[in-house]
């Protein structure tokens, strides 16, 4: 356990395994040997897409130049998500990732527009919001008077590639094969080697399990255990296929809900990634199957493919000397565009705990503690999406409206619906801006909004929302199409 740790082997390649290789190479690989194995013959997921905000810090750290980026992973800029149908058939809101209005010490902007809305003052909440305006109009720039919060759409395929050829620069050796056995001290229970299907022997001091669903290192050799959270996310299965791109280039995803789960759709500069996350209880794969291409907006690139899944966690991340990484780790759907930013955050951790001079218990345990703590707020707000909502039409929906939920989740909400206020958690991903903006957009009203809102007389008020409203107009009235801001700034290499 006090063995100072000199070599990392890194099992699995993808989005994961190169980011993990990437890393720790470039921020930590001087005095480390860094091997990293996959084989050629086993498909990734490659299907997380779409990102949130906190990937442009992975970046800088990594030295990594957006545009370049951008242009590598054929890239768009994405503002939040549009939620369509999941309150209502017909309804749709668009959860950002900015600010809306103007908060103060004692409550959230949502506070005083409540008080305007009891007044008859009729504009929208996201009216407020600079991101919002700018989806709705497809526009999108760098800068500005009211810069945009934003985070990135990209083809997964490329960006693992786009990683590797960063690792490889700071020293990482890729080997080529299937991990056939993985060798288990009887002593200590750690991993001492693992031994490809062609006899070669790879031998480290850290294992990273960057195996996808199979973990075949900290569940098949060390048996971590899973906490199955099925039954509050119901949703097992996904069929995904990509399209030939469209006219338009909006800075945004779609997640549309249908009978028995929901759509997403994520445009890239060559291309859309599109998908239909289900449950398999209440859709068969083949009507899933026709679900998906019957609502498509543009012409099938690819063959349906099938993805099964089961949402919740490993009981620890870090067991021995085995860290899980992504998929490996847990699993969560992708509604909020989380799975890249939890490798990110499983990747940093680690960084930051790292056992340079031997694998400490205290280590692990403050690893495990937080990977814990981080997943569960983040299974709490998706949660929301399903449990919150006026749909009834179908089995499904039915189920998740009359669910049971994490008890968290239901404070969370009756706080809000009493109330209307939201309080975020030391650690927690989602901000109040948007647990605030899923809450109302799915359908939850406060009752009462805080004292502090009447403290402005009626004239001040009306010239307070006035004022916020016209001044976000303006911001996004002088920004350019995202599509003639992409051509300008990031056009990728190759156009498919």
Known sequence: ??????????????????????????????????????????????????????????????????????????????????????????????HSFGTTGRDCWASTFQHFWQRGLAEGYKADYGSYCPEVLAAKQNKFAHGGGQPLKYAYHMDASQYAVYLRGLAERHGVKRVEGKIDRVNVDPESGNIFSLVLAGGETLAGDLFIDCTGFRALLVEGALHAGFDDWSHWLPCDSAVAVQTKGGSDLPPYTRSIAREAGWQWQIPLQHRVGNGLVYCSKY???????????????????????????????????????????????????????????????????????????????TLRDEYNKQSKSEIEFIRDFIILHYKVTNRADQPFWRYCKAMDVPSSLAHRIELFKQTGRIFRTEGELFSENSWIQVMMGQGVMPQEYHPIANQMTEDEQAHFLNGLRNSTEMSVKALPAHKDYIAQYCAAFVQE
């Open 283 to 361: 859709l068969s794969d083949e009507n899933a199957k026709h679900t998906l291409l019957n609502n498509l907006d543009g012409e099938s690139l690819t063959e349906p493919k099938i993805i099964k899944f089961k949402t919740g966690q490993r009981r620890k991340s870090w067991v021995k000397n085995c860290v899980a990484i992504g998929l490996s780790s847990g699993f969560l759907e992708p509604l909020e565009s989380t799975s890249i930013h939890l490798i990110q955050r499983g990747i940093i951790r680690l960084l930051q705990l790292f056992p340079v001079n031997g694998i400490a218990p």
């Open 1 to 94: 356990m006090n063995k100072e740790i000199k070599s990392v082997v890194i099992a699995g390649g993808g989005t994961a395994g190169w980011m993990a290789a990437a890393a720790i190479a470039k921020l930590l690989g001087k005095n480390l040997s860094i091997t990293l194995v996959e084989s050629e013959e086993i498909s990734t997921v490659g299907v997380g897409e779409a990102t949130i905000p906190p990937l442009q810090t992975f970046h800088r750290l990594l030295g990594i130049d957006e545009a370049e980026f951008m242009r590598a992973v054929r890239g768009t800029f994405k503002l939040g998500i549009n939620f369509e149908s999941w309150r209502a058939v017909g309804e749709d809101y668009f």
